[in-house]
C-alpha cells in the first residue's frame, strides 16, 4: 500500500490543478452573470480579445475568420487572438462559449450549425443563447461533377440520374452540406447513393476530383482550387444568386428549382454582455465587414459577403431555423 | 521554365538575405515547438499566418510556413526517445526503441540518429517533389476509398508484428483502440455511439491526450513507484553523445529505405507520417537478422521510421502543391496563406508562379541543412536532460503534457482523457500489455471504418470488385502474400522443432 502512496499524492496534486483552472474559469462566470458591468462609458477593449473558430485550421472557417480578423485589427486597440476550437461540427465551441465569461473578451464565429445543432439534438442552444454581433459572410452549397463526367448542365446530371443511380460525395451527416445534398436529392427527384467523409467538404472533393463518385456537394471555397485546375466542373450553386468567382454558373434556383441552402457565418458573444461593449465590437466588425479588402479577399476564394447587424441576425436564423426544420423533415432528417 | 533553369532561379531567390532570415526563423520556431509534445506546427502557423502576409515578395511567407512545418518534424521524437512521450502520431514508433536506448545511456546516439535520419529523408523528400511532382500529383487522385481500404487492411496486418513478445496481447490492445476511434458522432448515419450525452464526446476521443497519457504519464508514475528504475540512469559521457560505427552502419540502410517509403506514402490521402512510421518499423523488424533487438533499444527501429515521417511530410507537398490538396492540418494553413497572397496552388502553379515553387523547393534544402547544424549540438544539451534526476524532470513534464494536450483543442476535457489514460496505462504497462497498437488503431480506426462504409457504397456492396481495382488488387496481394509467408514460416519452424524433438 506504501508503494501507492506516490501514486495517490501524484493523482491528488494533478487532481487538485485540474480543478483549479476549471473553478477559476466558472467562479468568475458566476460573480460576473450575478453583476454585469455597471460602468457607464466604457473602456473597452483593455486586454487581448479571444476570437474562437470551432473549426481545423486551414478550413473555410478559419481562412473567412483570419480575414476578418485582420481587417477587424484596425479597428481596435488590442490584439485580437484566433484559437481553434474544433470538435463536433462547431458544437464544441458552442458549449463553452454559452458558459464563456459575457465580458466581450470571448468571441466566437459559427455557421448555419447554429440552427441545425438544435434542431437535430446535438446540443440544446441555438442563436438565441447568444448575444449575435454581425453576420459577415455566407457561401451556398454547390454541386460539381469531375472533368470527364459527360454531363455539361444541371439538367443533364438530373435528367441521368433520374435513371440511373448515381454517387454523390459530400460532408458528414449533420454538417450543412449533407443536409443540402439530401435536399437537393429530394427536390430532383433522383436516384443516389450519398457518400460520406468527415471532416468538413475537403475530403469528398479530393474523392470527386479522382473521379471515384460521379458528383460533391460542397461549398465553391472548398471547390475552388479543383475547379480552376479543371479537376471538377461546377454544374450549380444552392444560394440565392451567383457566385463571383464562378459568374458563369447559374443557381439552382434559374435551372427552375426550389431550394437554397448556404451556410452564413455570424459572429457571437455570449448571453448578457453588456450592451455598451457590444456596440463598440459591432462597430469595429462592422467596420471590417465593409472593408474592400476583406470583401475582395473572400470574393477571390469563392466566398461572398454579407452584412447584418444584430437584430437582423436574429430575424435571419428565425427564417432559417424554419428553411432547415423543413428541410430536415422533408428528407427524413428528423 | 525547366528543372535545371527552375531550381537555379530558386535558389537566386532563397538565398536573398531575407529569405534565408525566413527560413532559419521557421525551422528555428519549428525545432522549438517540435520538441515540446503536444504544441505542434499547426497552432504556430496559424500564429504567424498574418505576419506573412506583410513581406514583399509572398514566397518570403511561404518559405517561414513551409520551414515550421518540415522543421518540427525534426523536434518531434526528442521527447520520446528522452522521456518516452510522443508529441505526435507519427513518434509513437520512436518511444518504442528510442527510449530504451536512452534508458542505456545511449540517448545521444539515439537523438544524433533521429536528426541525421530526418536530414537525409528530408533531401531525398525533395528530391522527389523537385522531379517528380507533376506526374506523381496524379497518384494521390487515384487513391479512392477502395485503394485505402486495402492499404489500411495491409498496415493492420503488418501492425500485428509490432510488439513482438505476445501477439495475442497486441491485437488486443488493437481491438481496444479501434474501439475507442468508433466514439463519437457517426460521420455516416449522424448517431452518437457510446457518448454518454457529452458534447465533448460527440466530436469522437483526439489521439495525444490517449498517447500522453499511456506513454507520458503512465511512465511518470512508474517512475514514482518503482523507485528501484530511478537509479539506473548513466552518466552520459562525451563520447556517448554520438553513434558509434556500429550504429551508423546498422542504421544507413533503415534510413534509405525509410525515406522512401516515406514519401511514397506520404502522396496518399490520411495520416501519411504515422501509416509510413509503423510500415517502416515492421518493414525493419521483418529484414533484421536481430529481431530480438527490436523493442529493447535497437537503433534500426530509430531511424527507419524517423526517416519515414520525415519524408512523408514532404511527400505529401507533392499532392498539396501540385493539385492543391492539403491532407493534414499544416498543409491546409500553407495553402491557406498562398490563398490569401493570390497564389493558386495546383497545376497551373509550375506555369503561372514558378518563382514560388522553386523558392520553396531551394529553401527547403537550404532548410535542412540549417537543421541539421542546428539540431546536432542540441543533442549533448538534451542527452543532459535524459540524466536529470526524476524527482526534478518529472514535474516539468508533468507540465509539459497538461499544456501540450491542452493546446491541441483548448479544451479541459482532453486533461482528463490524458491523465485517465496514465493511469490505465500505467497497469497496462505492469501487465506487459504494447500500447503502441492501440494508439495506431485509434488514429487509424476512423478513417478506415469509413474507407470500408464508402468502398461497399462505391462498389454497389460487392467487395470482390476490389480486385477489379488494379491499385487495390496489388494492395491486397501483398497482403496475402505476406500472411502466407508469415504462416508459412512459423509451420517450418515448427516442423523443424518436431523433427529435432523426434530425433
Request: with cysteine.
Amino acid at each position: 500500500m506504501r508503494k501507492y502512496s506516490h501514486l495517490i499524492t501524484y493523482l491528488l496534486v494533478i487532481a487538485l490543478i485540474g480543478l483549479l483552472v476549471t473553478g477559476c474559469g466558472s467562479k468568475e462566470n458566476v460573480a460576473s452573470a450575478n453583476a454585469p458591468d455597471k460602468k457607464k462609458a466604457v473602456a473597452f477593449p483593455e486586454k487581448p480579445i479571444n476570437f474562437w473558430i470551432p473549426y481545423d485550421a486551414g478550413g473555410g472557417s478559419d481562412i473567412i475568420g483570419r480575414a476578418l480578423v485582420e481587417a477587424a485589427q484596425k479597428n481596435l486597440d488590442k490584439p485580437i487572438v484566433i484559437v481553434n476550437k474544433p470538435g463536433t461540427s462547431g458544437a464544441v465551441g458552442l458549449k463553452e462559449l454559452y458558459n464563456a465569461k459575457n465580458d466581450g473578451y470571448t468571441l466566437l464565429t459559427n455557421t448555419t450549425t447554429i440552427v441545425t445543432h438544435k434542431l437535430l439534438g446535438t446540443i440544446p442552444y441555438n442563436h438565441h443563447d447568444y448575444e449575435p454581433i454581425i453576420t459577415f459572410n455566407y457561401e451556398p452549397g454547390s454541386i460539381a461533377v469531375p472533368a470527364n463526367s459527360p454531363y455539361k448542365d444541371i439538367k443533364e446530371f438530373i435528367d441521368y440520374a433520374k435513371k440511373n443511380k448515381v454517387k454523390i460525395a459530400t460532408s458528414a451527416k449533420g454538417g450543412i452540406w449533407n443536409i443540402a445534398t439530401q435536399a437537393f436529392i429530394k427536390q430532383a427527384g433522383i436516384n443516389a447513393d450519398v457518400v460520406v467523409e468527415g471532416g468538413g467538404g475537403a475530403k469528398a472533393v479530393v474523392m470527386a476530383a479522382g473521379g471515384h463518385v460521379d458528383a460533391v456537394v460542397a461549398s465553391p471555397l472548398e471547390m475552388f482550387t479543383q475547379l480552376k485546375s479543371g479537376n471538377l466542373r461546377l454544374l450549380s450553386v444552392f444560394g440565392p444568386e451567383r457566385v463571383d468567382a464562378f459568374s458563369n454558373v447559374p443557381t439552382f434556383k434559374e435551372a427552375g428549382y426550389d431550394l437554397s441552402i448556404t451556410t452564413t457565418r455570424p459572429l457571437l458573444a455570449p448571453k448578457g454582455t453588456p450592451k455598451e461593449v457590444l456596440d463598440v465590437l459591432y462597430k469595429a466588425f462592422k467596420t471590417a465587414a465593409e472593408d474592400p479588402k476583406y470583401i475582395k479577399t473572400i470574393k477571390d476564394m469563392g466566398a461572398m459577403p454579407l452584412l447584418l447587424g444584430p437584430e437582423e441576425t436574429i430575424k435571419f436564423f428565425d427564417k432559417e431555423e424554419k428553411v432547415m426544420e423543413k428541410i430536415l423533415k422533408e428528407s427524413g432528417q428528423i | 521554365m525547366n528543372g535545371l533553369e527552375g531550381i537555379l532561379n530558386g535558389f537566386s531567390q532563397a538565398l536573398t538575405l531575407v529569405n534565408l532570415i525566413a527560413c532559419f526563423v521557421g525551422v528555428l520556431l519549428g525545432t522549438i515547438i517540435g520538441v515540446l509534445p503536444g504544441l505542434g506546427p499547426t497552432a504556430t502557423m496559424s500564429l504567424l499566418l498574418p505576419i506573412t502576409l506583410n513581406f514583399n515578395e509572398p514566397v518570403t511567407g511561404l518559405i517561414m510556413l513551409a520551414g515550421i512545418w518540415y522543421g518540427a518534424q525534426y523536434g518531434g521524437s526528442t521527447t520520446s526517445i528522452l522521456v518516452n512521450i510522443p508529441g505526435e502520431a507519427a513518434s509513437v514508433m520512436t518511444c518504442i526503441d528510442g527510449n530504451q536506448m536512452a534508458k542505456k545511456g545511449r540517448a545521444g546516439a539515439a537523438l544524433s540518429i533521429a536528426a541525421l535520419a530526418s536530414f537525409i529523408a528530408g533531401t531525398v523528400g525533395i528530391i522527389g517533389l523537385q522531379f517528380f511532382a507533376p506526374p506523381l500529383a496524379k497518384a494521390a487522385l487515384s487513391f479512392g476509398p477502395p485503394e485505402y481500404l486495402c492499404l489500411m487492411i495491409l498496415a493492420f496486418t503488418l501492425l500485428t508484428n509490432l510488439t513482438g513478445s505476445s501477439p495475442t496481447k497486441g491485437l488486443l490492445m488493437a481491438f481496444v483502440g479501434f474501439f475507442l476511434g468508433t466514439i463519437g458522432t457517426d460521420s455516416q448515419t449522424g448517431m452518437n455511439r457510446f457518448t454518454l450525452g457529452s458534447a465533448d464526446l460527440m466530436g469522437g476521443i483526439d489521439f495525444l491526450p490517449i498517447a500522453m497519457g499511456l506513454f507520458g504519464i503512465a511512465e511518470i508514475i512508474s517512475v514514482l513507484i518503482d523507485k528501484e528504475s530511478n537509479q539506473q540512469l548513466e552518466k552520459v559521457r562525451f563520447k556517448d553523445l554520438f553513434p558509434n560505427k556500429e550504429e551508423l552502419k546498422r542504421s544507413s540502410k533503415p534510413m534509405f529505405r525509410g525515406s522512401i517509403l516515406g514519401f511514397f506514402i506520404g502522396l496518399i490521402p490520411g495520416p501519411g507520417p504515422t501509416i509510413s512510421t509503423f510500415i517502416s518499423y515492421s518493414l525493419e523488424k521483418r529484414l533484421s537478422k536481430i529481431k530480438d533487438q527490436f523493442g529493447k533499444g535497437a537503433v534500426e527501429g530509430v531511424a527507419g521510421p524517423e526517416a519515414a515521417n520525415n519524408s512523408a511530410v514532404t511527400g505529401s507537398l507533392v499532392p498539396l502543391l501540385a493539385l492543391g490538396i492539403p491532407f493534414a492540418p499544416p498543409a491546409a494553413l500553407l495553402l491557406a496563406g498562398m490563398r490569401m497572397q493570390n497564389i493558386e496552388a495546383g497545376p497551373m502553379l509550375f506555369q503561372q508562379f514558378p518563382n514560388v515553387f522553386w523558392g520553396i523547393v531551394a529553401s527547403m534544402y537550404l532548410g535542412n541543412i540549417m537543421l541539421l547544424i542546428l539540431n546536432l549540438p542540441l543533442v549533448g544539451f538534451f542527452a543532459k536532460i535524459a540524466s536529470i534526476k526524476p524527482m526534478f524532470l518529472m514535474p516539468v513534464v508533468s507540465i509539459l503534457c497538461l499544456i501540450g494536450v491542452y493546446s491541441v483543442r483548448n479544451n479541459i476535457f482532453d486533461i482528463w482523457i490524458m491523465l485517465l489514460a496514465g493511469i490505465i496505462g500505467f497497469f497496462l504497462r505492469r501487465k506487459n500489455y504494447p500500447v503502441a497498437p492501440l494508439i495506431l488503431a485509434l488514429v487509424l480506426g476512423p478513417t478506415t471504418e469509413s474507407a470500408f462504409r464508402n468502398s461497399l457504397t462505391i462498389l454497389n456492396g460487392n467487395l470482390s470488385s476490389l480486385f477489379e481495382r488494379p491499385i487495390a488488387a496489388v494492395l491486397l496481394a501483398v497482403t496475402i502474400i505476406y500472411l502466407i509467408a508469415t504462416v508459412g514460416r512459423k509451420y517450418i519452424k515448427l516442423k523443424k522443432l518436431n523433427t529435432a524433438v523426434s530425433k
